[in-house]
């Protein structure tokens, strides 16, 4: 069974741009999860979409959005980018959005930006 | 609100040696699950373990067991038998929905 996929793996840009991040779940898992890791602040949860509706927000600006499709795949938007959104965005699904099922991670996506 | 709080930023242990490291947590739910990760240079995380709250025995996965101790929000793993390939940062997270993540432990495995 494929893992967590994330696209692109490394991207660079500069600010005031923006940019979208994709996550492709385990096949048969419904929620998806984005998290932000810098050094600085490490792990934060950023939202978790199940059935294509966010279901949980965490403490982040307006800048950062996502989506979910009827495929489960989900997308992160990051308008007007600024130097300190430069991180790795990790994507995590499980089977179900039920509080006790594991999350599993991808790869991540790392973001520079200039 | 939910903390994690993970004391030592490294450790080390000598190959073939057990090493034990430390979380506490905090949380208002009455019923909950506790995790460590795994997150290599390769920056995937990797689930290690997984602590049901409700269950008062400790969660063992092959060389990898927990110290759970409820009443002190207290939730430790040790690894024996370490090998190179232990060498990574280690999370340990609580939480429903979003989990909440404590800042890490490096651990350095010495061959």
């Known amino acids: 069974k494929a893992g967590v996929t994330q696209t692109p793996r490394y991207l660079i840009k500069t600010r005031g741009q923006q940019v979208t991040l994709s996550c492709s779940p385990i096949s048969g898992h419904r929620s998806v999860s984005w998290y932000q890791q810098t050094p600085g602040q490490g792990l934060q949860f950023l939202f978790e979409?199940?059935?294509?509706?966010?279901?949980n927000k965490g403490n982040f600006p307006g800048r950062f959005s996502g989506r979910q499709f009827s495929n489960s795949r989900s997308e992160m938007n990051v308008s007007t980018l600024e130097l300190g959104d430069s991180a790795l965005y990790l994507c995590?699904?499980?089977?179900?959005?039920?509080?006790?099922?594991?999350?599993?991670f991808g790869p991540g996506t790392r973001l520079t930006v200039l | 609100a939910q903390t994690v709080t993970q004391s030592q930023p490294e450790m080390s242990v000598q190959e073939a040696e057990t090493v034990t490291l430390s979380c506490t947590y905090d949380t208002s739910e009455s019923d909950y699950y506790l995790f460590w990760y795994k997150q290599p240079p390769s920056r995937q995380m990797i689930l290690v373990i997984r602590q049901e709250a409700y269950k008062q025995q400790n969660a063992t996965e092959n060389r990898f067991s927990v110290n759970f101790q409820k009443a002190a929000k207290s939730f430790s793993l040790k690894i024996s038998d370490s090998q190179l390939g232990d060498a990574a940062m280690y999370f340990c997270?609580?939480?429903?929905?979003?989990?909440?993540f404590g800042t890490g432990t490096r651990l350095k495995v010495l061959a």
């Open positions: 979409y199940f059935s294509e509706t966010q279901r």
């Open positions: 995590a699904s499980r089977r179900i959005a039920l509080p006790y099922n594991e999350q599993f």
């Open positions: 997270a609580t939480g429903t929905y979003k989990y909440i």
